[in-house]
């Protein structure tokens, strides 16, 4: 089995998984969630690391410099708007007075 | 920095990471399934922070990594920027800021891909990996482009209206065969610079001809699309470094974007196509839309009155749309249900799916208020309740609990889920005027014997009706 058959098998069946995980969610927090989801996708941080540290080419480091600081502020900003959101959501018996 | 290691944990220094890739995933996995459920959505989003963490930190091993500077100031950089914009964004804003994170993840990926194309001889690529390159300057362009004008519909720096020309969907979806065809031939000459420069050019255009058509009011959408895409474009990269990690966590955020974006239609009563090639509904800004029947009368009513009648009920629901959250007067409306709770009256919140800008922005924005979840509730779970409510006070919404939606088929949001407020015994309109919303279609429930008008301001009608509240 090449690699990319086989690496079509995992982005298949991690689909399969993301369609059923989600799709029990409550609407009060489809906005966080979208967040949080979309910090998630900037796991592309890790595609980016290895182009910015690699030395085949000078001018690929310069690109992966610029992924990186894309990703990092998709991952970083993406986690801390979300846990500022979710912070907020409090049940009511500890709250209230 | 694998070189400190001895020699017997360097050689299988690749199957601990992927090892560790595996540790993240399933992280991952129970941080998304965290997220689903309000009690535990907090320690969700902190599990999927530390999975990202380990993965980051476990990749910096790898020995294709050899130099660190770059790294260290891209990291340092970009996390100065995420970090200024999560803090200082107001929660208002949320559509916005979650739009331009996405565009720059959906950059980023672009990017990766444009990276591995420069770091070896065109010729020296493989077929698969061309395929996959090619796709990620695809997917991760359109998402950068298309993220950033949503952002600038937002924003209000570009029209919220439909912007078309003639022909639009025919000659975006040419465009659409015409990169698909660059990949295809960057693949059988990967030699050709043109062909990338070419493809990666019409794709970020791409981006930005097929969100400038769509209406403002339907950016929530877009973005959740975009974000499923984001998601896509990162596991296309995962497929260029050869990296599971990235393909499964792209693919689930791929997979949860597509059924968010499916759910947000249904509760807008719309489709995927109408909402993507229909040019339908702009942010309702520019233009009033036509005027209300002058013939049909209304009945205003007055704080003193509004105060009487919620204080000696035994149920209200409160009714909350977009309008409350541009006056700002949140936290007067947590102040006025207080002191009816503390008279007995029990108050609940009714939230429509699609109420605030995003669904579920409503919710955030009452929170922010610090309204209590478990006193929201879902659209399906207060509807059967209102016919035993005594009042309903309905602030800054109006179409989404418009009548018409079920009884005039030819309406545009005829079949649209509302709020069945007209079953309860009386309800209370707090609106500046009789102006349509953003569908631009009359409310009916505003001249029912049951209703009554109480115009203003949303902040300035709350804080009368707080003070009268003190007086009864």
Redesign the interface.
């Known amino acids: 089995m090449?690699?990319?058959i086989f690496?079509l098998f995992?982005?298949?069946l991690?689909?399969?998984?993301?369609?059923e995980?989600?799709?029990?969610?409550?609407?009060?927090?489809?906005?966080?969630?979208?967040?949080?989801?979309?910090?998630?996708?900037?796991?592309?941080?890790?595609?980016?690391?290895?182009?910015?540290?690699?030395?085949?080419?000078q001018?690929?480091?310069?690109?992966?410099?610029?992924?990186?600081?894309?990703?990092?502020?998709?991952?970083?900003?993406?986690?801390?708007?979300?846990?500022?959101?979710?912070?907020?959501?409090?049940?009511?018996d500890k709250?209230?007075e | 920095m694998s070189d400190f290691l001895p020699p017997s944990i360097q050689s299988i220094l690749p199957d601990l990471i992927q090892l560790v890739y595996l540790v993240a995933t399933g992280i991952?996995?129970i941080?998304?399934?965290r997220?689903?459920?309000?009690?535990t959505?907090?320690s969700?989003?902190?599990l999927?922070?530390l999975g990202?963490f380990i993965?980051?930190v476990v990749?910096?091993f790898?020995q294709?990594?050899?130099?660190?500077e770059?790294?260290i100031?891209?990291?340092v950089?970009?996390?100065a920027?995420?970090?200024y914009?999560?803090?200082k964004?107001e929660?208002t804003a949320?559509p916005e800021?979650?739009a331009i994170?996405?565009g720059?993840?959906?950059?980023?990926?672009a990017?990766?891909a444009?990276?591995?194309f420069?770091?070896?001889e065109a010729s020296a690529i493989a077929t698969?990996d061309l395929?996959?390159i090619g796709l990620s300057i695809l997917i991760g362009s359109i998402t950068f482009t298309g993220s950033f004008i949503a952002f600038g519909k937002l924003k209000g720096f570009i029209s919220g209206n439909p912007i078309t020309f003639p022909g639009h969907n025919i000659f975006n979806g040419l465009l659409t065969i015409g990169t698909l065809g660059l990949v295809g031939w960057l693949t059988y000459d990967p030699t050709s610079q043109l062909t990338f420069w070419l493809l990666f050019g019409i794709a970020l255009l791409l981006g930005v001809l097929t969100v400038i058509p769509i209406g403002g009011a339907d950016m929530p959408v877009v973005?959740?699309l975009l974000?499923s895409y984001?998601?896509i474009?990162?596991?296309m990269?995962?497929?260029?470094?050869?990296?599971?990690?990235?393909?499964?966590?792209?693919?689930?955020?791929?997979?949860?974007?597509?059924?968010?974006t499916n759910?947000?239609c249904k509760?807008m009563n719309r489709t995927l196509g109408n909402v993507l090639f229909g040019a339908f509904g702009g942010d309702g800004g520019s233009g009033s839309g036509p005027a209300a029947d002058t013939d049909k009368t209304v009945r205003e009513t007055t704080p003193d009155d509004v105060a009487l009648q919620c204080a000696y009920s035994d149920r209200v629901v409160i009714v909350p749309g977009y309008g409350l959250a541009v006056a700002q007067a949140q936290h007067v409306l947590k102040e006025v249900a207080d002191k009816l709770e503390k008279r007995g009256v029990e108050v609940k919140y009714g939230?429509h799916?699609v109420a605030?800008r995003?669904?579920?922005?409503m919710?955030?924005l009452l929170?922010?208020a610090?309204v209590?979840?478990?006193?929201?509730y879902?659209?399906e779970q207060i509807n059967p309740e209102f016919k035993s409510t005594d009042v309903v006070l309905i602030i800054g919404a109006n179409d989404v609990v418009n009548p018409v939606a079920k009884t005039e088929p030819g309406s545009p949001i005829y079949g649209m889920p509302i709020m069945d407020v007209d079953e309860a015994e009386r309800t209370i309109v707090f609106k500046r005027s009789l102006s349509p919303g953003f569908a631009g279609i009359d409310n009916p429930l505003f001249y029912k014997e049951s209703n009554q008008m109480f115009f203003g301001d949303a902040k300035k009608t709350l804080q009368s009706l707080a003070k009268s509240l003190d007086d009864v």
């Open positions: 090449s690699g990319l690496n995992i982005f298949v991690a689909s399969f998984i993301g369609f995980l989600i799709s029990k969610v409550p609407p009060t927090l489809h906005t966080p969630l979208m967040s949080g989801a979309n910090a998630i996708s900037g796991i592309t941080i890790l595609g980016a690391l290895i182009v910015a540290g690699q030395i085949d080419s001018i690929a480091q310069y690109i992966g410099f610029v992924a990186i600081i894309f990703a990092t502020i998709n991952v970083v900003g993406g986690f801390m708007v979300t846990d500022r959101m979710l912070e907020m959501f409090k049940k009511k709250n209230n | 991952f996995i941080g998304i399934k997220l689903g459920s309000p009690a959505a907090r969700g989003n902190q999927a922070a990202m993965g980051v990749t910096l790898d294709q990594i050899i130099t660190y770059y790294i100031a891209g990291i950089f970009g996390a920027i995420g970090a914009a999560a803090k964004v929660m949320m800021m979650v994170f996405n720059f993840g959906g950059g980023a990926s990017v990766v444009w990276g591995e420069t770091r070896f698969q395929v996959t973005i959740s974000n984001s998601g474009a990162a596991s990269a995962g497929f260029v470094i050869n990296n599971n990690l990235l393909i499964i966590s792209g693919a689930l955020v791929g997979a949860a974007g597509l059924i968010l759910i947000m509760a939230i799916p605030g995003m669904p579920g922005h919710n955030v929170a922010e610090d209590p979840y478990d006193q929201l879902d659209m």
